[in-house]
């Protein structure tokens, strides 16, 4: 087994080297026992918080540890969203329809091209 299957290890990815300006073979773990009762993921935009985010919900959940996530933004909610089958009727009651109607496409329309995304 792989040290990042074990319970307790959450897997975050994989280290950058900042000189080299790639990505490394080493993996990045973090030890849920250094998990406290508070955390917060601040940055840039489009620095990587959501997928952190979502990231260290996916390994507490795999090990059945309890999450409150408070999510301003309502990036997080998607995560209890399932689709089995994408199909667009199963998208429409969670599309956007003011972004279907700037992109010029029905609801329907909008809802089958976020099901082929």
Do not use: C
């Not at 917060?40 to 990587?48: A, K, R, W, Y």
């Not at 009727?89 to 700037?102: C, K, V, Y």
Request: glycine letters at 10%.
């Amino acid at each position: 087994m792989l040290d990042y299957e074990k319970l307790g290890a959450f897997y975050l990815g994989k280290r950058h080297d900042m000189e080299a300006d790639e990505r490394t073979d080493d993996i990045v773990l973090y030890d849920s026992k250094d998990l406290t009762t508070h955390a917060v993921i601040i940055g840039m935009t489009g620095s990587g918080k959501t997928g952190l985010g979502i990231g260290i919900l996916e390994e507490a959940a795999m090990d059945n540890i309890p999450v409150i996530a408070i999510d301003p933004k309502g990036d997080l909610g998607n995560l209890m969203l399932t689709f089995p089958q994408f199909k667009g009727e199963n998208f429409r009651p969670w599309i956007n329809t003011r972004a279907a109607s700037d992109n010029g496409q029905t609801p329907d329309e909008h809802a089958a091209d976020q099901a082929a995304l």
